[in-house]
């Protein structure tokens, strides 16, 4: 029951034991709140069979997470926190849990059990540093930001003592760890008996993978020479990421030392279909989508239970065995035949969703499909069967043209398409415009290939992000989701709005903006007025690209995404640079400017899907926000005195923070642009025309860097 965690997964037996003789078993039914957000955190929570959905507010829901078998949740009792998220279960859902009691009783049989716990439940919290350690580790610095995101989620967090060995040479190999902190040395048996060191590795070092990646026994032993920490990664989970990720079969070629030409992948796209409408339809849409950017190759299978009768010599119809083993035979051996780069798996036979949660599809979903789109017409509804290993399902909601019905929950990631009907005669090209951005967005997200865009705060320097963004459209370079905080976040939802007809309104309304600008310590209704005109849609989820302004919980020092809600609210939370603007309250919550946290939003792209990120970083170096020298003494001492001055020293010293934060951040996007605007101030706001004008020298060059690696990078995924 333990080991199907990856949080809990390599536990000792003793360990084991006690939270086994600890544990309650408890059943919900569907809809059930198990945990509430801001609640004090009352259980540790293991789900056995069923569904959890994680989730941030009470009357609109924003789907944070589904956490099915294996998953844990409530490890803020541990830490004597409050749940970040609200929980309940999806279905009638099955799960172990834990009091705070129990798990004392559990650690005094089992010493060491809290620690070992506490250590591995604080993953979440320390997500940032942890993907910043795998972005580095050669074998995986080339992969997909997100599908390395996702590889993180299904790590163990593991702590050993000094002196410890986390392996030992001919054990067999089921894990590679990265070293996290700590020192380890690897050692193997020399033919004189003695052992000899090969490395001693430190912070970020990766090792047991060779073994791991040929199937071979430990060919060494590892040992921690201090207290060491290390993620494990379990070799389903590699393996899973082979088949999602080309430049990571690259890598694990040229590790292995392989001169054998790699066979070219074939994906496989599983369909599950939630509405009324046709799968073929469906399936038509998703295989038009694809062509639409390029994917030519792109087959939609058939596919029906064994017995289930029509024409059993047509190609693009596959009767699948119920036994496990025969059914993916039988579906590889259709794959292979068709010969396409993608095939789209559907059915239409009656009561699909219950045949696709058999455990032939448990099978191939584990080990053969790449990703999984589930056509819904509630996004309420959660996927209905297993997922696929590191992999999350892509939401596409139907609904008809027209509908003012209010959803009730919000997804991340999810298409929304409004349509009277879905017909197998309907042309994509009939499609309307949004229909038709959104179903690229997919095309890209199927395929690995989505651009997210994280534009940094920076005050007037903000306004360098427009020459980028437009120089990225007219490259042809794809904008799927954006991320801003600031200045960037008024970029963001601008361009995710308008396109670039509301980046050339920003860029003329620059001297409004600063006299606005002015009342903002009292009032921000001058600003209101500017931004309801910039930006005419009402809620972040409406608008036709995701957009995502960051700001900061003042209270708890949180950085909050907005994903969905008035866009108002959101860009007033994301650009309160305190002191200068008036606080934003949402829910009771004072919010703000967002860089104080996370400057340049990266991460949050990540989370939402994208695989390709472009920084923009434009806070310039420390040098320009030092205090001007002032001609004269005098001067020099008024200014110091003056509240304007001591004023405009708060704020060069947050713009030091926030540009020392912004660096660390832009490092996980696979390239950054960090344009020159040293000649400008942080305030001056009305000069936004020049400011953007003197960076257009410096974006042509750029634009070559970003098309070669994103290039290089869609290059990849054919290996």
């Not at 702590?159 to 040479?169: C, P, V």
């Not at 694990?252 to 599983?270: C, E, Y």
């Not at 998703?286 to 239970?305: F, H, M, N």
């Amino acid at each position: 029951m333990i080991a199907i965690a990856p949080s809990l997964r390599a536990l000792s037996g003793q360990h084991v034991d006690a939270l086994l003789r600890a544990a309650r078993i408890e059943r919900f039914p569907a809809e059930h709140t198990i945990g509430t957000e801001g609640a004090k955190a009352e259980n540790l929570y293991l789900v056995l069979k069923g569904e959890v959905c994680a989730y941030l507010g009470s009357s609109m829901r924003e789907v944070s997470g589904m956490l099915s078998r294996g998953g844990v949740f409530g490890g803020n009792l541990l830490a004597g926190e409050p749940n970040l998220f609200s929980y309940s279960a999806e279905r009638d859902t099955l799960a172990a849990s834990w009091s705070d009691e129990a798990l004392r009783r559990a650690d005094a049989e089992a010493p060491g059990l809290r620690k070992q716990l506490s250590v591995r439940l604080s993953k979440d919290r320390r997500i940032v540093e942890l993907a910043d350690i795998m972005q580095h580790v050669p074998l995986l610095r080339n992969t997909s930001s997100v599908l390395r995101y996702r590889l993180l989620q299904e790590t163990t967090l593991m702590r050993f003592s000094a002196g410890s060995f986390l392996y030992r040479d001919g054990e067999p190999s089921t894990t590679c760890y990265i070293v996290v902190s700590g020192e380890v040395e690897l050692t193997r048996a020399m033919a004189s008996g003695e052992r000899e060191t090969t490395v001693v590795l430190g912070r970020g070092g990766m090792f047991g993978d060779t073994d791991l990646l040929a199937s071979a026994p430990r060919s060494e032993s590892a040992e921690a020479k201090l207290e060491t920490e290390v993620l494990a990664i379990a070799r389903i989970d590699l393996e899973a990421l082979k088949r999602a990720d080309g430049a990571f079969r690259l890598a694990v070629a040229a590790r292995l030392g392989s001169n054998k030409p790699l066979s070219k992948p074939q994906d496989i796209i599983l369909l599950v279909n939630g509405t009324r409408y046709d799968a073929r339809a469906a399936a038509s849409l998703i295989q038009a989508s694809l062509a639409s950017i390029g994917e030519k190759r792109v087959v939609a299978l058939e596919v029906a239970p064994e017995g289930a009768g029509g024409d059993a010599g047509d190609d693009l119809r596959l009767q699948v065995p119920r036994d496990p083993a025969r059914g993916m035979e039988a579906l590889d051996e259709r794959v292979r035949s068709l010969g396409a780069r993608y095939v789209i798996l559907y059915s239409r036979i009656e009561d699909s969703l219950t045949w696709l949660a058999e455990p032939v599809w448990d099978t191939i979903i584990d080990n053969r499909v790449s990703s999984t789109v589930y056509f819904t017409e509630d996004l309420k509804r959660s996927f209905p069967i297993e997922t696929p290993q590191l992999t999350s399902v892509q939401y596409v909601e139907l609904r008809p043209a027209g509908s003012k019905e209010e959803e009730q929950t919000v997804r991340s990631g999810a298409i929304r398409l409004r349509v009277d009907q879905i017909s197998p005669e309907m042309r994509f090209e009939s499609l309307t415009q949004a229909n038709r951005t959104a179903l690229h967005r997919l095309a890209r997200t199927l395929t690995h290939q989505s651009v997210g865009i994280a534009l940094g705060g920076g005050s007037a320097w903000g306004f360098a992000h427009v020459p980028l963004v437009r120089a990225l459209v007219e490259a042809g370079i794809p904008i799927d989701m954006l991320s801003g905080t600031s200045m960037g976040s008024v970029v963001a939802v601008g361009y995710a709005s308008r396109g670039l007809e509301a980046l050339d309104d920003l860029i003329v309304s620059a001297p409004e903006f600063a006299w606005r600008l002015a009342f903002s310590p009292i009032t921000r209704k001058p600003l209101d007025a500017l931004c309801n005109r910039l930006v005419p849609h009402r809620r972040l989820q409406d608008l036709p690209i995701p957009a995502f302004p960051v700001a900061v919980d003042i209270q708890t020092g949180r950085a909050c995404v907005f994903r969905h809600g008035a866009v108002l609210r959101a860009l007033k939370a994301s650009t309160a640079v305190p002191v200068a603007i008036v606080p934003e309250i949402v829910d009771g919550i004072r919010y703000v400017d967002g860089g104080i946290m996370n400057n340049v939003p990266v991460s949050c792209l990540v989370e939402e899907g994208a695989d390709f990120i472009i920084a923009s970083n434009v806070i310039p170096a420390p040098a320009r926000l030092a205090r001007e020298k002032h001609k004269w003494p005098i001067t020099e001492i008024l200014s110091q005195i003056s509240p304007l001055g001591r004023f405009q020293d708060a704020l060069r010293s947050m713009f030091l923070m926030m540009r020392d934060a912004g660096t660390r951040q832009a490092a996980s996007a696979q390239v950054t642009f960090a344009p020159s605007v040293r000649q400008y101030n942080l305030v001056e706001i009305q000069a936004g025309r020049k400011i953007a004008e003197s960076v257009e020298p410096e974006i042509p060059a750029f634009i070559e860097l970003v098309k070669e690696k994103y290039k290089a990078f869609c290059r990849n995924r054919d290996y």
